[in-house]
């Protein structure tokens, strides 16, 4: 379906009127915008037809022209970032004019209709979109979903997220069996001594009609049954437990797995919205929320409603009419708690939304240390961290305060159950109507009762954190990675390299694309260098070879088979990247070079270590390849670690090779180093190489200038190099000027 909204009726006679008589011709594009013309939320219409753009606003049963673009005047049509949303805007040369503005999730669509435009303004064909490429609303509801949301909060059935957290228990139903029956003989244990004072009172400590003897053996009798309950209540307590935390672990451990697990499958556009600390808290802080759940709020909530409804119904069985005056608080007590649950809901999400941030904040002064203490910034980064913690600690103090205000009048109201048993249960007592032992067996269960209905003031505490945390953890396992395997999608054991880009276009911000209409083939084995500024595109290119995302718009052939019908696995196994920064992983060098290809022998590894110029700095450690190379490989050099990367490449033997910036953050001598291991590496591979050092690209095979997201000059080094005025050769004669001056 093209970009093309269904008009009122006003914007339709409107337009009518304004063709001269061709308003039955159907537009070329017609979207509706969301920010009215005086800046205020209202309704908007951008519609283009052979020969104009108009915007329109409708008003009763006519609609105001507020602006008309003739195409023969656009050379241009862009959309720019504004805070909160965007504009569209068309334009010729430095002239621009502002259509419409819009709000942010409208971004993606409103960059459709700028290419639109475009495309119809040069007479071109325009790009195939639709209304519903960019729609990001919940299915259920209709409301738009945040940029960094997958799953809409304002539809989350929190019955269905409770029963999907028990769901994990399906496997393990005999244990989760066994235990709800424990739970059952533990509250029949619980319950017993109630019943046993209430006979050794009337049957044996105001017995006189027995015999002392017959006194003597009941009252032996009923204190070991009194001590065999409490034995037995003893033990299934610790059967229970110990079951209960297997049962939980179980759970937690494969919840905390399978996040890990989707994470890992996630592609880097989720990443590129959130912070490493928050995704972090989701794994282990969210997690273990949901663990004291299992292992403790659970139990509270079904030991503690059991032992209620037991003790009720034994109570109504000796003195209905007593146990009604006792429940009266009940109704008051339960109100209350669901108002706390609604209370504690909103204000949870705003605590693990605040703890998440702190965690974010750590990670990145932590991960940043050398940086933070380079620039003597410690007391900013104090600052940052104490601002956070301050807004976690205020949110924490408010729920924590709330609770120390409403738990004791929830308390009071429980307990006035106990005034009203002494009075009227003293009165029938007096009255002859009920016997002591009866009066003390509903005393002893008012105490046992309004211990676990205090506890289940708390369920709304525990839920509100576990539903909260259960949320979180959904959210991620429910986001559908954006880059998988298609139906379909074919194994290829062997690439050759035959890489080709079609057409290809692409933005990481829906609103601004970084590549346009990118056309390129490679041949099996063939160099390719990328030039250019930054923010030109070239790292954009290698995103889409490793298939860190995938196009807009276009395809990407690799041996004639579009990239996104090969399996992911098989296309990244075949793939080999060294990157301007490497990233070691806590552990040894051997540890380190052997990510590539687990299982490697000693042999191996120390081949591709002299292969990348790196065996002789290695032995030169006391350890050797067992060296630890600390978090982020900080015990080496940059050079050192660059060479450890170009040994991992080296050892996993890729098909495709991409170089970025491999040598640009390294001194003269072990740049020669670097470069002598990649001649060694490249030999046979398709490359792809970014470097801003054009010397390192003069063996390239061809070279790509590119600028704005398109190709400007495309040849060998000495084809480039021969045109005067080219890009290329004014970038090396200005690289050149300035190697002179540090020369000075």
């Not at 989760?176 to 050794?200: E, H, S, W, Y």
């Not at 079951?243 to 880097?268: C, D, F, M, N, P």
């Not at 911000?509 to 070239?538: T, Y």
Request: charged share 25%; glycine share 8%.
């Amino acid at each position: 379906m093209p970009l093309i909204e269904e008009l009122p009726p006003s914007v339709e006679a409107t337009l009518r009127q304004e063709r001269n008589g061709h308003g039955d011709e159907p537009p070329a594009l017609a979207v509706k915008a969301d920010i009215g013309k005086d800046g205020n939320l209202g309704e908007r219409w951008v519609v283009v037809d052979a020969e104009m753009v108009r915007v329109l606003t409708p008003n009763g049963t006519r609609a105001h022209v507020d602006v008309e673009v003739p195409l023969s005047d656009i050379a241009f049509a862009r959309t720019e970032n504004l805070v909160g949303g965007g504009a569209l805007a068309v334009g010729k040369g430095t002239d621009a004019v502002e259509l419409v503005r819009f709000t942010t999730p409208l971004q993606g669509r409103m960059g459709s209709v700028a290419r639109t435009i475009e495309a119809l303004a040069k007479d071109e064909e325009p790009p195939v979109v639709s209304l519903d490429d960019d729609k990001r609303v919940c299915k259920k509801c209709g409301r738009p979903l945040r940029e960094k949301d997958d799953v809409c909060r304002a539809c989350i059935d929190k019955r269905a997220v409770l029963g999907r957290l028990f769901a994990y228990a399906a496997p393990h139903k005999a244990k989760a069996v066994a235990l709800v029956l424990l739970m059952f003989a533990g509250t029949a244990m619980t319950l017993a001594p109630g019943v046993i004072i209430k006979n050794l009172t009337d049957n044996v400590l105001l017995a006189e009609n027995r015999t002392l003897s017959a006194r003597h053996l009941l009252l032996g009798l009923l204190v070991l049954a009194f001590i065999g309950t409490q034995l037995a209540g003893v033990v299934l307590t610790v059967v229970r437990g110990r079951l209960s935390a297997w049962l939980s672990q179980t759970i937690t451990y494969k919840l905390r797995t399978e996040v890990h697990q989707q994470l890992q499958r996630l592609g880097l556009s989720y990443y590129d919205k959130r912070q490493t600390g928050a995704l972090m808290a989701r794994v282990t802080q969210d997690v273990q929320e949901l663990n004291h759940f299992l292992v403790d709020g659970l139990q509270i909530l079904v030991v503690n409603g059991l032992t209620i409804l037991g003790i009720v119904i034994v109570l109504l069985a000796n003195n209905a009419r007593l146990t009604l005056l006792v429940l009266l608080p009940v109704p008051l007590v339960i109100w209350a708690t669901r108002r706390t649950w609604r209370f504690l809901w909103r204000r949870m999400h705003r605590m693990w939304h605040l703890r998440s941030s702190l965690s974010a904040r750590l990670n990145a002064s932590l991960s940043g240390a050398r940086v933070v203490r380079a620039f003597a910034q410690e007391d900013r980064e104090i600052d940052r961290f104490n601002k956070r913690a301050t807004d976690l600690y205020e949110a924490n103090l408010q729920v924590e305060q709330w609770w120390a205000t409403i738990f004791p009048g929830l308390n009071f109201l429980m307990t006035a159950g106990m005034f009203i048993v002494w009075y009227v249960g003293g009165r029938q007592v007096i009255g002859d109507v009920i016997t002591l032992g009866t009066l003390q067996m509903f005393l002893f269960f008012l105490g046992q009762l309004y211990g676990p209905l205090q506890g289940m003031t708390r369920i709304a505490d525990w839920l509100s954190r576990a539903l909260t945390s259960a949320e979180r953890v959904f959210e991620v396992l429910d986001t559908e990675p954006d880059v998988k395997d298609e139906p379909g999608a074919v194994a290829m054991a062997r690439i050759e390299g035959a890489i080709e880009f079609k057409n290809v276009s692409f933005g990481y911000d829906k609103s601004r694309r970084v590549l346009e209409n990118f056309d390129l083939k490679v041949e099996p084995g063939e160099m390719i260098g990328l030039v250019g500024h930054s923010g030109a595109g070239k790292t954009t290119i290698i995103n889409l070879l490793s298939r860190f995302y995938d196009p807009t718009e276009g395809v990407i052939l690799v041996d004639g088979v579009e990239m996104r019908k090969i399996k992911v696995n098989d296309l990244r196994s075949q793939l080999g990247i060294v990157l301007q920064e490497p990233f070691l992983f806590p552990g040894t060098i051997s540890e380190n070079i052997a990510y590539a290809k687990p299982g490697a022998a000693p042999e191996e590894i120390m081949r591709a270590a002299k292969a990348a110029n790196a065996h002789d700095f290695i032995m030169r450690f006391p350890d050797g390849y067992d060296t630890e190379v600390g978090e982020r490989g900080t015990r080496l050099s940059g050079g050192e670690r660059q060479r450890l990367s170009i040994a991992r490449a080296i050892l996993h033997d890729p098909r495709i090779l991409i170089l970025d910036e491999a040598t640009a953050s390294v001194d003269t001598e072990t740049e020669k180093q670097i470069q002598e291991a990649i001649a060694r590496l490249i030999q046979g591979r398709t490359t792809f190489a970014i470097a801003h050092r054009l010397s390192t690209l003069r063996n390239a095979d061809r070279l790509i200038v590119m600028e704005k997201g398109g190709v400007v000059e495309l040849g060998t080094h000495d084809e480039l190099m021969a045109n005067p005025e080219g890009k290329f050769r004014r970038l090396v004669e200005m690289q050149t000027e300035i190697n002179k001056l540090r020369a000075l």
